[in-house]
């Protein structure tokens, strides 16, 4: 006997065969089914809800600096997710009773109003999404017309990150990163911001490649990473295209150690395919040459130039070239034939000539053999051409300085001390606007470029332009907040606008208070201040730390000696202002002997001997100083010069010839200011002369009316 349930089983199965014969999938009824499996519903609703998700994605993962790598992904998955959608579309079915397999739902009772949910999620999910879009349209609009303008192949080259166990390697990551970004500034059909522009950024906690971009004004910013162990390297970049934070390609090297050299020459290629640059045959093989094939020598190297591209900015330049020409020598003796070590060692040679720090003969000849050797190995190289025209200008030879800048133009078309070097020679020759010029196109390349800031700094200084100056000083605070230099110097501003030391006296106290041994490093703004503030016990404190460095304004040097007779002098000490200028002249002496034809020892020596009361001898001498140093050679010394020869007048009595010297001296832009007259004891035998208070008064600042 036949029991109800079997029936219905029976029932049911029967009904299944029978729904599977009628469902069977041929081409015929396949898009039916499609549409009765709410296949379509299912994929167009992902789709809407899909792109929902990534737009949504588009805007908040740059606002959470999420790695590049993560919308990849997030794409991938998303478009991954469809088809496994459409699987599960066709094989089952949303019922109130559950999710079931679609041939069980066919046999279900139907109920008589069909759910409509889908279709209201749909239309909900794309009013949202179209929201977003517009969102994201309007919110990033901004974004890309701020880096639009920048040119398609303009890249900056950060620095590389250095993940060696041994982090003394740190510095052989930023040579990789220097020899690739040097490899592509030889290009010139791209533009390629400056090394010291990009070091900034060498120890930044996270980077935020667009805004970076955006400072430096580019479209493109490579980033990379170097790891040294033992005998191997293995080097990764990536390059970016800041415009909308994509990656364009990237690669790694795992290489022998000795490889290092061909592998950032393939990247600076690769680079270069990237942004469709023209490579000339030239640029190619400058790009293919390798630098040196020892590693140690070439460690040193990197050591050097960041000992080189510092000294500008510090109160110890001697110190810092000094230690390059060490580290070079070193790396010269590893490799005789080391190209780059022979020009960054002329360079150092040379500055140390041209800053007054050692004008001598000697360093003279060392720069030349350093060229010279350079010039064997490279004849046609732009560095060599480059370091040529700097010794040249050294030796203030501007027409043979220019020329040889001519050349080096050529092989260095990204290269910012082409034109900085351009713009020095302008400003040494008086020509104000040119020199202006050519440093704004300097910092077009290298626009976080501290020293080429300082040097503008000094120009608006020089021309007493104290709020240009203020703001340039404001901008390097900026970029580099801490740095004890730029404080300094905007402490010194004070001074010379305003007549206000407080300023620079907070500075170098905080700084005394945090490290004592800074007062030897500072021993040189401490006598300036000392003087200004008529402290003799500070004035005697900051000499002694002084030891056998010098101080003073530019290529005019003082001795400690020197420093000791004029406090003495201050303070009304005749007899121990006599026995200390007595002592300074004897070595200064020494200095004028070897070199009788430099203005600016020339004039040390007339200050000593009007100190001692040798009236004849000093204006003898402060007037060879100014006839040796003309506007036309030297308009950076030379009004130095002309402001000092005034002061040896003063002292020996010359009244009138000071006053005349000194109003024209004002007359030229220089360091003469307001505030160096109103407190200075150099300029005591003046005060109370009815001309030397009107000079004094119409130089003072708006609103200083006392």
Known sequence: METPSAGLSVTIHSNLA??????????????TELKRRNVYKIAIGYGVVAWLLLQAASILFPTFEAPPWTMKVFVAVTALGFPIALIIAWAFELTPEGLK??????????????????????????????GLFLLGRFTAAPKQSASADFPAKSIAVLPFENFSQDKAFAFFADGVQDEILTDLAK?????????TSVMQYKNASSRNLPEIAQALKVA?????????SANRVRVSAQL??????????ADKYDRDLADVFAIQSEIAQKIADQLQAKISPRERSAIEKQPTKDLAAYDLYVRATDAIDAAPTTQNIKENFLEAITLLEQAI???PAFFNAYCKLAQAHAQLYLFGEDHTRARLVSAEQAINAALRLQPDAGEAHWAQAGLLYSKLDYDGA???????????????????????????QGRWPESARNLERALEVDPNNVSILWQIALSYESLRDYAKDAAVLDRILALKPNDLDARLARGQLE??????????????????????????????????????????????RALADLGDDTYGPDAIQFSRAFGEGQLARWKGDAAAAHASFTTARVAQQRIVDAQPDYGPALCVLGLIDAGLGRQEDALREGRRAVELTPLSKDSINGPIIMGFFAVICAWVGEKDLAIEQLTRALQLPGRLNYGGLRLSPSWDPLRGDPRFEAIVASLAPKEVHD
């Open 402 to 428: 220019r020329a040889e800048i001519e050349i080096a133009r050529r092989s260095l078309p990204n290269d910012a001390r082409v034109f900085e070097l351009s713009g020095y020679i302008d400003r040494r």
């Open 187 to 195: 290009i010139a059909d791209l533009k390629v911001i400056s090394r």
């Open 495 to 540: 001074v010379a606008w305003r007549a206000d030391t407080r300023p620079l006296h907070e500075v170098i106290e905080s700084s005394m208070q945090q490290d004592p041994a800074s007062g030897k490093r500072l021993a040189p703004l401490r006598i300036f201040l000392a003087s200004a503030e008529r402290d003799a016990g500070a004035a005697e």
């Open 101 to 130: 397999r679609t041939e069980l739902t066919d046999e279900l009772p139907k109920k008589s109003s069909r759910n409509r949910a889908w279709i209201y999620v749909v239309v909900i999910a794309g009013a949202i999404s179209i």
């Open 333 to 335: 003796a590893r490799d």
């Open 240 to 249: 970016i295209d800041a415009r909308n934070d994509t990656h364009v390609w």
């Open 220 to 228: 493109h910013v490579l980033e990379g990473s170097v790891q040294r």
């Open 18 to 31: 029978k729904s599977a014969a009628r469902r069977a999938v041929n081409p015929r009824n396949f898009f």
